[in-house]
């Protein structure tokens, strides 16, 4: 028994022994710092590495990308050109693996070194070095690389050639910032969305912003909030940030608070179109809805409500979903404000019965307004004495003036 637990431990021991050899690389770093070598030779030691699927060797990969960044300039041919792009596409794999932070300038260095501007270089390096930085969990370059991705998103004018470049880099631009979970790569993110790349891309950064945003929680209803109130931005594009963050699962006062911005940004663009008009009337429509379900956090809401009321009411065909929602919505708040619209909603309407014009949507508008207010369980004076007037007024129907008394046995018990 004695002897069989004695081999085990060997065996054991054994086994950590090779281990342990099969990780040190000290030989390799050695060789790969020597000043006489060619890429040939840099190209043939990465392999070497790469092919034993070494774990914790950072450094050896940190020693190889400050060999490289040294030497590029000596190979010049095709066949050296070739060694190297494949040199680097194996450094930047491995810093990646190994999560090697420390290597992150280094790193920027390779991607403005391929970077797509030069005319030899395809964009495919480029796309590893960026791709490494997000890996490596290099945050401080986030702001470097959401550069890059706005002046992406700004190229859909360029030469074919240089397009096709651009596609090639620009994933890699979108997963690293979502790696990164920087707030400064929302917007870029957000444009590469609805911009002018092809419709697998544009399915990536819509994809990676929803889980960058899911990740930054609170601090996006002020990015968001500013790309909806930018004047320069269009109503498509306003109301695609709009939906984006409805696509997310932001705390819900966030997004509340986003549908003040966005109500009041329905308003502030001028249609010149029926396009432009409709999405303008949508992203309105959408955010007193988000209003109603998540509650008002800003008394600055209530003047678009009664002005989204107001021209419901007073265009050519009644829009009377609109007036509907807006009703529900100040309902829903049940503040003093809500109330105080309500009521003078009510007010308005009774106005118009004594002097006109009054018609079926006059009456189907007091048919829901009347219990909405009894709804809110109010106790204001205004609100129950113009009801008292309506209960008892002639100008109106026993049906009408039923309303009336029913709202009010509902707030006074009598």
């Given amino acids: 028994m004695k002897r069989t637990?004695?081999?085990?431990?060997?065996?054991?021991?054994?086994?950590?022994?090779?281990?342990?050899?099969?990780?040190?690389v000290s030989l390799y770093t050695e060789e790969i710092s020597r000043h006489d070598l060619s890429i040939f030779e840099i190209q043939d030691i990465l392999r070497a590495v790469k092919d034993e699927n070494h774990t914790g060797i950072g450094s050896f990969y940190n020693t190889a990308i400050q060999v490289f960044i040294r030497r590029w300039a000596n190979y010049q041919t095709h066949q050296e050109r070739v060694a190297l792009e494949e040199s680097a596409r194996m450094i930047l794999r491995g810093l990646a693996a190994e999560r090697h932070t420390a290597a992150a300038p280094q790193i920027w260095q390779l991607v403005e070194y391929f970077n797509i501007t030069h005319q030899q270089n395809d964009g495919y390096i480029m796309y590893e070095a960026i791709m490494a930085l997000g890996q490596i969990d290099a945050k401080n370059y986030a702001p470097h690389i959401s550069i890059f991705l706005d002046n992406y998103?700004?190229?859909?004018?360029?030469?074919?050639?240089?397009?096709?470049?651009?596609?090639?880099?620009?994933?890699?631009?979108?997963?690293?910032?979502?790696?990164?979970?920087?707030?400064?790569?929302?917007?870029?993110?957000?444009?590469?969305?609805?911009?002018?790349?092809?419709?697998?891309?544009?399915?990536?950064?819509?994809?990676?912003?929803?889980?960058?945003?899911?990740?930054?929680?609170?601090?996006?209803?002020?990015?968001?909030?500013?790309?909806?109130?930018?004047?320069?931005?269009?109503?498509?594009?306003?109301?695609?940030?709009?939906?984006?963050?409805?696509?997310?699962?932001?705390?819900?006062?966030?997004?509340?608070?986003?549908?003040?911005?966005?109500?009041?940004?329905?308003?502030?663009?001028?249609?010149?179109?029926?396009?432009?008009?409709?999405?303008?009337?949508?992203?309105?429509?959408?955010?007193?809805?988000?209003?109603?379900?998540?509650?008002?956090?800003?008394?600055?809401?209530?003047?678009?409500?009664?002005?989204?009321?107001?021209?419901?009411?007073?265009?050519?065909?009644?829009?009377?979903?609109?007036?509907?929602?807006?009703?529900?919505?100040?309902?829903?708040?049940?503040?003093?404000?809500?109330?105080?619209?309500?009521?003078?909603?009510?007010?308005?309407?009774?106005?118009?019965?004594?002097?006109?014009?009054?018609g079926t949507v006059e009456r189907d508008i007091m048919a829901v307004i009347i219990p909405a207010i009894a709804s809110t369980g109010t106790q204001s004076q205004t609100a129950t004495q113009l009801l008292t007037i309506i209960s008892r007024s002639s100008l109106y129907t026993g049906a009408e003036q039923t309303w009336a008394r029913n709202a009010l046995l509902q707030l006074t018990g009598r």
Avoid: C
């Fill in 5 to 24: 637990h004695f081999i085990i431990v060997f065996l054991l021991l054994a086994g950590m022994a090779v281990f342990a050899q099969d990780a040190d």
């Fill in 153 to 358: 998103n700004e190229r859909g004018n360029a030469d074919f050639q240089f397009r096709s470049k651009i596609h090639t880099v620009v994933p890699s631009l979108i997963t690293a910032l979502e790696l990164l979970g920087e707030a400064v790569g929302v917007r870029p993110i957000f444009f590469a969305s609805i911009g002018w790349y092809d419709s697998d891309t544009k399915l990536i950064a819509m994809n990676a912003l929803t889980n960058l945003m899911n990740t930054l929680g609170e601090v996006i209803n002020v990015i968001i909030s500013n790309v909806i109130a930018d004047p320069f931005n269009t109503p498509n594009i306003k109301y695609a940030a709009w939906l984006q963050l409805l696509r997310t699962q932001v705390p819900n006062e966030a997004k509340a608070r986003v549908a003040i911005t966005a109500l009041e940004a329905s308003y502030a663009f001028p249609a010149t179109s029926r396009e432009s008009l409709n999405i303008s009337r949508d992203m309105r429509l959408s955010a007193i809805n988000i209003i109603r379900e998540m509650g008002v956090q800003d008394d600055s809401v209530y003047p678009f409500l009664e002005r989204t009321y107001r021209e419901a009411f007073e265009t050519g065909s009644t829009d009377f979903e609109t007036i509907i929602l807006v009703i529900r919505t100040l309902t829903a708040s049940r503040s003093d404000e809500a109330i105080g619209l309500l009521t003078e909603f009510l007010r308005w309407l009774h106005s118009r019965r004594r002097s006109g014009p009054w």
